[in-house]
């Protein structure tokens, strides 16, 4: 991957993958651009520049720190990561979105960083889509979402905080994953697919006791059969040990986190 073009203006540095390269117009968008408040942890501001439409993250710890650390990093190398992870991704013909540039705003001796990616127009979240979803589509969408997990590993990407939450749904019916912040590349294990599918259902688990969708564990266990005869990894024995313990140490962190946060990530 061919590094990314470094610009420096008014205390703001932009690392530019994919254009837009013009400085004035992206800060003029950051400041203007619409912003969707119930995206990811502090939203996602809509941006228009050059007649491309584009998404700006801001990058907020998460975890239980959360209130100590909020929106301040030491440098930039956490957005660039996960720039070069998602340019990586793209080159492979893995459905991501597009980065087009990493900001850095200077705040005293810390750092304020966002990642401006490519917009994808008609689409839903497939969290949205789940809610309301038929059975067999759901079984469709879990199929589809296992061949792609297969992909990531085959790949070398692991990430260990992945969710259907940062997946769309285009209107052709394809999957676009969002989000791979701290994810990065390695020789994928067993094991760190085992991390990644607990920490899916931990998720998935978490809004089924809000109320917010319907799950069962005949989808769990098709999306790991689906898994299994891809890579050939007894992965449905691995799952089911220590189930209980990992079950009961998820209600505890979510409780902690709602006390905190008020349930939300």
């Not at 991957?1 to 703001?12: A, L, V």
Request: proline share 3%; charged share 30%; with cysteine.
């Amino acid at each position: 991957m061919t590094p990314p073009e470094k610009i420096i203006h008014n205390g703001f540095t932009i690392y530019v993958c994919d254009g837009p390269a013009d400085p004035h117009t992206v800060m003029e968008q950051m400041s203007q651009g619409e912003i969707i408040r119930d995206k990811g942890r502090g939203g996602i501001r809509v941006l228009s520049v050059d007649g491309r439409k584009m998404a700006c993250r801001q990058y907020i710890h998460g975890g239980l720190f959360r209130a100590i650390t909020g929106d301040r990093f030491c440098s930039e190398k956490r957005a660039l990561d996960e720039a070069g992870v998602l340019c990586y991704l793209a080159e492979n013909s893995f459905p991501v979105v597009r980065p087009c540039c990493v900001i850095a705003e200077r705040a005293g001796i810390a750092k304020r960083l966002y990642l401006i990616t490519e917009f994808v127009q008609d689409a839903s979240d497939l969290l949205d889509i789940w809610r309301t979803a038929s059975r067999m589509r759901r079984f469709r969408i879990v199929k589809r979402l296992a061949v792609l997990f297969r992909r990531l590993e085959m790949l070398g990407v692991y990430h260990p905080d992945l969710h259907i939450n940062n997946v769309l749904l285009t209107g052709q019916g394809e999957l676009v994953f969002l989000d791979f912040d701290r994810a990065r590349k390695k020789t994928v294990t067993a094991d760190d697919m085992e991390k990644m599918f607990r920490r899916l259902d931990r998720y998935m688990e978490k809004q089924k006791r809000r109320g917010d969708i319907t799950l069962d564990m005949r989808e769990k266990i098709f999306f790991l059969r689906v898994y299994q005869k891809l890579s050939g990894c007894d992965i449905l024995s691995r799952m089911e040990k220590q189930l209980k313990t990992r079950t009961f140490l998820n209600r505890i962190g979510w409780f902690v986190e709602s006390l905190l946060y008020g349930g939300n990530r």
